[in-house]
């Protein structure tokens, strides 16, 4: 039997997002208060790059991630030093943006 390997995934990091879309399929919003610590983000991150023999593109998502930015810089920081593979994207509402250039 052939088996299928996931070539993207998404990662979810936090359910906080100052948001709270009707649409969101992950009721995140500002009550959420759950975020993953640095050393889980990288755990879940190095299991789904090797479950997949060809590698796992991540995209980083939650809620909204960008609420605590140093602590997604050092996610994002410590992946690229432990050669987990290309950041693919990261998700965010854009609610930090001041105008269309921080986009």
Not at 9 to 28: E, F, K, N
Not at 44 to 72: I, M, Q, Y
Request: glycine letters at 10%; aromatic letters at 10%; a negative charge.
């Amino acid at each position: 039997m052939t088996v299928k390997y996931w070539s993207r995934a998404g990662l979810m990091l936090t359910d906080w997002c100052p948001a709270c879309c009707a649409c969101c399929y992950a009721c995140c919003g500002p009550e959420g208060g759950t975020w993953m610590t640095v050393e889980q983000a990288l755990r879940v991150w190095r299991g789904l790059v090797e479950a997949s023999p060809h590698g796992c593109r991540v995209h980083l998502t939650g809620g909204e991630v960008f609420g605590r930015f140093d602590w997604l810089l050092t996610i994002v920081r410590e992946a690229q030093k432990n050669e987990l593979g290309p950041l693919e994207a990261v998700e965010s509402n854009g609610y930090w943006a001041d105008n269309d250039r921080e986009i």
